[in-house]
């Protein structure tokens, strides 16, 4: 009896379907760490305006709003916190809210808030 050499047409079948199965779960998967990978640098991004935002806010003491160049939009915010009792020492509330757009038209944001301490002789 001779036996054919070969694959059968179940035996094919079967092979590409796993494959395709498989393809498509890695794509899924490649798709997903690209995601990761935006919305870190997005974080990554609007944490470094946040920072540079709050050191010029703890000079300025302004309420203020804007854009950066590169589309994440900033507000800035100083509010009276308490006075130390029996001093002159007074804190100040400071807060930067950045936000930037992200997919399907959602928005993110993050908000940083420090306190500064300020004394009689400093302009509030």
Known sequence: MR???GFTLIEV????????ISLVLIMQLFSAGLKSAKASCDYTIAIVHAKDKM???????????GT????FKWETEV???????ESEYKL???????????????QKSIEMVSLKMLTGEEKL
Do not use: C, H
């Open 79 to 85: 509010q009276d916190y308490r006075q130390i009792e």
């Open 68 to 71: 950066f160049e590169d589309g």
């Open 3 to 5: 036996r054919d050499e």
């Open 92 to 106: 100040q509330k400071l807060v930067v809210k950045i936000v930037w757009p992200e997919a399907l038209k959602q």
């Open 55 to 65: 050191e010029e806010l703890s000079t300025t003491l302004d309420n203020d709003s």
């Open 13 to 20: 079948i079967v092979s590409m379907a796993i494959l395709g």
